[in-house]
Nanobody, 122 residues
Framework: QVQLVESGGGLVQAGGSLRLSCAVS??????MGWFRQAPGKEREFVAHINWSGSSTYYADSVKGRFTISRDNAKNTVYLQMNSLKPEDTALYYC?????????????????WGQGTQVTVSS
């Protein structure tokens, strides 16, 4: 069983930065992803990282502003968010993926955290 706990969300002005963390317990060698969901919208892919951290993939909307990373010794995955925009406001979730293949759809992931709120004011 895998448990995921996100932290690091908060209120920030546009142009600011936040770093989200996802603490992983149980099996820690899965690929990981970050998703977000704004009110009234579907959950959308943000970023993915493979189990070793050697490969990453980003949604076009965050490419160049967000960085996903992981520290397997600390069982933690991070999402560094810079140059934040009001449209980045959402509940951010981390997720773990047991198998390879598609990485951008929520259904491809097997375990989810409870989410952490990010609010960007204009």
């Amino acid at each position: 069983q895998v448990q995921l706990v996100e932290s690091g969300g908060g209120l920030v002005q546009a142009g600011g930065s936040l770093r989200l963390s996802c603490a992983v317990s149980g099996r820690t060698t899965y690929a990981m992803g970050w998703f977000r969901q704004a009110p009234g919208k579907e959950r959308e892919f943000v970023a993915h990282i493979n189990w070793s951290g050697s490969s990453t993939y980003y949604a076009d909307s965050v490419k160049g502003r967000f960085t996903i990373s992981r520290d397997n010794a600390k069982n933690t995955v991070y999402l560094q968010m810079n140059s934040l925009k009001p449209e980045d406001t959402a509940l951010y979730y981390c997720a773990a993926k047991r198998l390879g293949g598609v990485v951008v759809t929520p259904n491809a992931y097997d375990y989810w955290g409870q989410g952490t709120q990010v609010t960007v004011s204009s």
